[in-house]
């Protein structure tokens, strides 16, 4: 059936509520049996047949309706069908129907089945993905070899302080990164693509720097904690030793260790995902164990201080026992990096089924879990161990009465040498489970999980840093192979910066540094929930609803502080890093805009302060010149807007007007504002369409600017060959001043001696610059092209849309003021406009704003009005009822670093001089002008 008899059946059902002849659209609504004959009556109904506009035969329905008339057709299926491009005959976009245009029908091509042998990719869901990997990162060796030493200083109470308050942190950006993560697709990079994605590229790039060597250091730390366990074990139950050294051994193991690790991430993501839920099995049957150890009592645990779940123990270890040198932050700091592992899931965010969704889920989960398995276990050693133990039955047996003399290891009595107990014994916790040999096995599977996690993170975060482009040199990286898109030269990165860690075999020395570089990601993800929060941007509609703009600040905060507590040096390193890298990529300013919210921040702050701007009320003291400059194309005339560039030295307001004729798309000079940011000029090009030029100036009088931020003072160029002009263009030109002064603006009529109107050189000289162009552009291939299109236009010269005032804005001297007024601008020897019209080699990038030319390649003329900064004086000629204004924007001229050799020469005519030069110098000196 065709789409036209489809539409006809639809027309033939729906008729009954259609009125044919006024295609009013009738929406009836069935209503329910009244009881009465009457009522029946005299309800309306509607019949299939014989609709009119103000008459319908309703006696035939057996249906009761109610009618409303509409001005819409009713809807047909038939106007929705092909709405995708690849099917058949697509409709028309809205751009193709205002343009008269018709879509030709496509070709139907036969469609070719083809086999594609191809592996599908990994995805992983949040228990696996993410859950289970954070789980293994948070559960670390802390777990076994610290939590009891925290304990014994801290005390019970203390020691839940410093769990809970680690909780805090990573809570508070948990909830930070699930806001962020629910608010959009998320990519993968983890922790660099949220940031940067947020903050924008110079934050991104520097935390995705970081982050990827922290986690490639990381997995170094891992090792190394597990070969110095492994070195222990082996020496103390086999004596079984590679070399003589402990050192060495641990670095030969790590090696090992480190290879078999790679070899397992390299088999791909359903290895390794299969490899950590061992890993996570063994774990929770060492965390089991430890558990049943509680109940579980003999004098080998008696000797070194154990004896079972005691109300007394309990209550001693309640308050802290500081030794020397530490406090509740030292031992915040020993301890805080157990909390450091919820990145772990968003890591691999690219290799998950919904990223939006198993982030926030499985993070979450992971901190509620591993914080009640550490306050659980940080209790149970409190309530069962002693502080200090001697290993001697004797002495433990039976338990001390006196438990502060056991505390300073006085024993019946006497002073005992004590190496046991929860502040000397690291491995009480092993000592307190059912069997040691268990715990072992969990220490090894706590930092071979970390490793192997860290590991597989490390090389994603990389390739999404090198896919980006934010630095040179290394986007050899980041290319993937496979289905899953897997970084193997990442990878191998990877691997040779853990190998040059694992050589050092010093646990404590790589330890702080990993952390403060775990702490400033953490420090910038609340930041960046709470900045996309703060700006209100139409953009921030996260579905995770429980976050909070402040509370996102705090958890900023306190990652900071967390940084300089735990080592004030290594997190001073850190900040270091980071700034050095964001102001590289700052000055770098990469081609990227991912709507960041220090966008939307900045607008924020922007449109606020106008309102508060437009107020306030005006008082004459804050006054500065703001200018409207009819510039045409900026890029035609850069000396014009170097020029006034000079005055306002971008502590005042610059238009640059571009009136353009109405047969011309104002968005073809879409490029103006990217060559006036390239070449730091702060103005704002203003194009306006209109019939005349006069027209288009009067309206941008108008309109410019917003609120109290708009323009008081225009600067229109020379009217140069006035004498052969018409009159029709001679009224234009003067009806613009007289419509300045209309609108209460001040005027300055800017003229060179020479003719040096870019644009119209390029169009009435081609044989003159020419070469010129070409020559300079040689080392600019890019540019090459674009000069060419200008030069030579498609469809011939006057192809190329012109700009109605080519003949009005001539680069020239300003002035403003009540009244016209023209400074003169002398050369060295003080002749008029010497500087001006000699020596004035133009050199300049010919470009195309329609060329996507990068903003850096379109520079202006660089010598701007000669080859060196001008010397000698800035002539005014001042008349009495000039006013201030006159001397006041030659006096801004003379402070620019371009003209700061010349000065300021003022000339006073009258019939009574004497009095005008008195009163001009008080009038400069009230002024502070001399």
Known sequence: MTDQEEAKNETEVTSPLINNKSNRFKVNFLEEEKKGSEDKQHENT?????????????????????????????????????????????????????????????????????????????????????LVRCLLNIWGVMLFIRISWVVGQAGIAAGLGVILLSAVVTTLTSISLAAICTNGEVKGGGAYYLISRSLGPEFGGAIGIVFSIANAIAVAMYIVGFTETLVAVLKDEAGFMLTSAAENDMRIWGLITLLLLFGISMAGMAWESKAQIVLLFLLIVAMINLIVGTFIGNDTKTAKGFYGLNADIAKFNLVPHFTEGENFFTVFSVFFPAATGIMAGANISGDLKDPSVSIPKGTLIAVLVSTITYCLFAVQAGSTTLLLATNNITDMSPMPTDLAEAAQCVFNGEQKECEFGLLKDYGAMAMMSGYSHIITIGIFAATLSSALASLVSAPKVFQAVCKDKLFPYIGWFGKGFGSNGEPYRAYGLALFIAAAFVCIAELNAIAPIITNFFLISYTLINYSCFEASLSNSPGWRPSYKYYNTWVSLIGSVLCAAVMFITSWWTALITVVIIYALYRYIGYKKPAVNWGSSKQALKYNTALGLIHEVSGASFHVKNFRPQFLVLTGAPSSRPRLVNFVTDISKGYGVMMCGHVIHNKYKVDHYIYENDILHANKCKAFHMPVSAPTFRAGVRSLIQNNGLGAIKANTLIIGYKHGWKEQSDELLEDYVGIIKDAFDYHYAVGILRYSNKLDVKGLREDDLTLFKEEVEEEVKETPNNLAASKEVLEPEGGKDSSPPSVIDELAEPAVESTGASAVNLVVPGETGAT????????????????????????????????????KPKGTIDVFWLSDDGGLSILIPYLLSQSSFWKNTSLRVFATGKQAVSYCRNLCDLMTHLQLL
């Open 46 to 130: 509607v019949t299939s047949q014989n609709h009119t506009d103000s008459h319908h035969d309703r006696s035939q329905s057996t249906f009761q309706y109610k009618v409303f008339d509409t001005l819409d057709f009713a809807p047909k299926t038939a106007f929705y069908r092909r709405t995708n491009q690849d099917e058949g005959n697509a409709r028309p976009t809205m751009a193709e129907i205002r343009a008269g245009k018709s879509r030709m029908p496509k070709e139907e091509t036969p469609k070719v089945k083809t086999e594609v042998h191809e592996a599908s990719s990994v995805k992983l869901g949040w228990i696996q993905g993410v």
């Open 833 to 868: 406009a010497d500087v001006l019209s000699g020596n004035m080699d133009i050199e300049m990038n010919v470009i195309n704003p329609r060329e996507e030319t990068p903003a850096s390649e379109l520079v202006f003329d660089k010598h701007r009005f000669s080859e060196g």
